[in-house]
């Protein structure tokens, strides 16, 4: 008897312990991350995104503060995914909704992005870091609410 009562202790034992290597255990709240965020230090009508809770999502950008309008605005929508934080986008159309002096600046033609995730999601802040392949270069998205 006592050895099937250490056997079944060894074995809740193992069943309930959790792996440590799991790193991606967190996840994200679907309802405060979903409406629209604004880029806090861009003109905001040009520099948002929404999320939507059926997994859409409407991203225009233009990196133009208010008092110019040196790029193009374009307005990128589709579908997104999450696992735990990671953040994944499934762009299906791009469209330039107003044109500026000059083409949108982009990171480069050589660098890819291999991850994005949220580091901070609250009430009125969302951060979304984003990683590429040079260097590699960390460019983190500031919005507010």
Not at 85 to 112: H, K, M, R
Not at 118 to 130: G, K, P, Q
Not at 131 to 137: V, Y
Request: proline share 2%; aromatic share 8%.
């Amino acid at each position: 008897m006592k050895k099937l009562t250490l056997l079944v202790a060894v074995l809740f034992t193992l069943v309930s312990c959790k792996n440590d290597d799991d790193n991606n255990t967190a996840s994200i709240d679907m309802d405060l991350l979903s409406g629209q965020w604004f880029r806090a230090d861009l003109c905001p009508s040009q520099n948002n995104i929404i999320f939507n809770l059926e997994g859409t999502y409407i991203h225009t950008t233009s990196g133009n503060p208010c008092d110019n309008n040196d790029n193009d605005t374009i307005q990128y929508s589709g579908t997104f995914e999450m696992d735990g934080v990671n953040l994944s986008f499934n762009q299906q159309s791009s469209v330039v909704i107003e044109e500026g002096d000059e083409q949108s600046i982009s990171i480069g033609d050589l660098n890819t992005m291999i991850a994005q995730r949220i580091v901070i999601l609250t009430d009125n802040e969302l951060v979304i870091e984003r990683e590429f392949t040079d260097d590699p270069i960390f460019q983190n998205w500031r919005f507010t609410r």
